[in-house]
């Protein structure tokens, strides 16, 4: 007997909230898109659509030239 492997279709968070704009001043929200080694998140995985992506990763690339997030976490 085979096992049956359930996907659930990931759905955009912003979309969701009907977030227009995602600032690289809320550090606390692009935290959450990060890895433990400070990498982003792919969009297969956080189920971001693409334009938000883009934006998610612009904001992360300006936060990070601030010093707003670190590029790597210390450990």
Same mark, same amino acid.
């Given at each position: ?7 659930? %279709? ?7 909230? %009907? ?34 992506? %883009? ?21």
């Amino acid at each position: 007997m085979e096992k049956k492997v359930f996907h659930r %279709k990931n759905v955009c968070r912003f979309c969701n909230e %009907k977030k227009k704009d995602i600032s690289f001043k809320e550090t606390y929200l692009l935290k959450g898109f990060l890895t433990e080694r400070g990498k982003i998140i792919p969009r297969r995985i956080s189920g971001n659509c693409s334009s938000h992506q %883009k934006a998610l990763t612009r904001a992360v690339k300006r936060s990070r030239s601030i010093a707003f997030l670190a590029f790597v976490e210390e450990r």
